[in-house]
């Protein structure tokens, strides 16, 4: 399968064990995906949320993911397809699937990286520069077995700082010591769930990947619940 720069696919199984699982909370993946709202997972509900790229080929994606249900639909130019997270079987189907494990990678990596099976090792401060200015943030390396996922053995350098705020990270394809820089920007908060709002290329002044068109609804109550800046 040819892999493209913004497509990062990984097991299903992140996913599925997402409302149940328990997390160390000692682990620094898991103190940033508490930062970003894990432990109110289990009341989500419904979350939507559209990737989209802007590229040569630009990509809006509509998603609506049914939490409770382990349903997803994706939409494209009005046109909708459902899977069953659990019983995934037809060729169309598993490439929505694929394309939505991809996309949620995106959106909420933070639980991600806490649902899947990296292995995370803290490397401690470091200095980054974004945008032209040097930034003091904490690097965590996560790096996914060689035998899972559909891209198996690929890292990522992460870099937090003191508020959990994820500063941009390095996309490592198959662990090589070299990757692409993105700096995480326009962090948003639609619930209890943190977020990023767009993913910049380094140098870029706009986003390469953004995540729009959010909106969540908690068990128990229909309203929506939209995103909004955090300070």
């Given at each position: 399968?040819?892999?493209?720069?913004?497509?990062?696919?990984?097991?299903?199984?992140?996913?599925?064990?997402?409302?149940?699982?328990?997390?160390?909370?000692?682990?620094?993946?898991?103190?940033?995906?508490?930062?970003?709202?894990?432990?109110?997972?289990?009341?989500?509900?419904?979350?939507?949320?559209?990737?989209?790229?802007?590229?040569?080929?630009?990509?809006?994606?509509?998603?609506?993911?049914?939490?409770?249900?382990?349903?997803?639909?994706?939409?494209?130019?009005?046109?909708?397809?459902?899977?069953?997270?659990?019983?995934?079987?037809?060729?169309?189907?598993?490439?929505?699937?694929?394309?939505?494990?991809?996309?949620?990678?995106?959106f909420?990596?933070?639980?991600?990286?806490?649902?899947?099976?990296?292995?995370?090792?803290?490397?401690?401060?470091?200095?980054?520069?974004i945008?032209?200015?040097?930034?003091?943030?904490?690097?965590?390396?996560?790096?996914?077995?060689?035998?899972e996922?559909?891209t198996?053995?690929?890292?990522?350098?992460?870099?937090?700082?003191?508020?959990?705020?994820?500063?941009?990270?390095?996309?490592?394809?198959?662990?090589?010591?070299?990757?692409?820089?993105?700096?995480?920007?326009?962090?948003?908060?639609?619930?209890?769930?943190?977020?990023?709002?767009?993913?910049?290329?380094?140098?870029?002044?706009k986003?390469?990947?953004?995540?729009?068109?959010?909106?969540?609804?908690?068990?128990?109550?229909?309203?929506?619940?939209?995103?909004?800046?955090?300070?």
């Amino acid at each position: 399968m040819k892999k493209q720069p913004f497509l990062i696919f990984l097991s299903a199984a992140c996913f599925l064990a997402g409302s149940t699982f328990a997390a160390d909370e000692t682990k620094p993946e898991v103190e940033l995906a508490e930062a970003h709202g894990l432990k109110n997972w289990s009341d989500v509900e419904v979350i939507d949320f559209t990737f989209s790229v802007d590229g040569k080929k630009p990509v809006n994606r509509q998603w609506s993911w049914v939490v409770q249900d382990n349903t997803v639909t994706r939409t494209i130019n009005g046109e909708s397809f459902t899977i069953d997270l659990e019983a995934i079987e037809t060729k169309e189907g598993k490439a929505v699937h694929k394309q939505f494990i991809n996309d949620s990678f995106w959106f909420l990596f933070p639980f991600s990286i806490v649902w899947s099976n990296p292995e995370v090792t803290d490397e401690g401060a470091v200095e980054i520069e974004i945008d032209g200015e040097k930034v003091a943030a904490n690097k965590l390396t996560a790096v996914w077995p060689s035998d899972e996922g559909y891209t198996p053995g690929d890292a990522y350098d992460l870099f937090v700082d003191e508020d959990h705020t994820v500063l941009g990270w390095i996309f490592r394809r198959g662990n090589a010591p070299e990757g692409k820089f993105f700096a995480w920007k326009d962090e948003m908060q639609a619930g209890p769930i943190r977020f990023t709002g767009g993913y910049y290329p380094e140098g870029s002044e706009k986003p390469m990947i953004s995540m729009v068109d959010v909106r969540i609804k908690l068990a128990g109550n229909d309203e929506w619940m939209l995103p909004v800046p955090r300070p």
